[in-house]
């Protein structure tokens, strides 16, 4: 068997390619650029030290989301385009608790199921549902006058919500 020079950069290129194959062309990058073309989402993502690409941004039934530029995520080759299998920002990411779930954005909005409690958080105020029952201080203003309520606040009455600092 004849040997084959090639340089150091050949070499790095075969190696990638050669990794790629064997992860089925999974890759790692950032997000550059959000876009919809057809009702659908894509990211352009930069991988660490490999080319541009655009990734279709696949989401659960029921969810749609537009990651923040930077975020990082992962992406698999189909066919002849990618696809984003996994996103996270973890300088915005909560610490869900064992069995919990927490739905958040970027803007430090979330909804935390812990155990049998559902909390509403809005990034500056708890939200209170109708039926709900809070203990906090609460500042209320109706027209020009603005009351100072204190104790048990109970929601009640249609759609309404009580917001609680």
Known sequence: ???QLIDVAQLRRLIRSEIRSAMGGARRGQILEYSVSGGRPYVTLEGY????????LTEAFGLASRPPT????????SGSQHVVV???DRSHRPSPGDGEVVLYNAHGQKVDLQGSA???????RHVARNGDA????LTVTIGPTTYDVEGTISVAGGTSEVLVP
Request: hydrophobic share 45%; net charge negative; aromatic share 0%.
């Open 86 to 88: 996994g996103a996270e």
């Open 1 to 3: 068997m004849a040997k």
């Open 118 to 124: 559902v909390v509403i958080n809005d990034g500056a």
């Open 134 to 137: 809070c203990s906090h201080a």
């Open 70 to 77: 930077g975020t990082g995520l992962v992406a698999v080759r």
């Open 49 to 56: 030290g490999e080319e541009v690409v655009e990734a279709q």
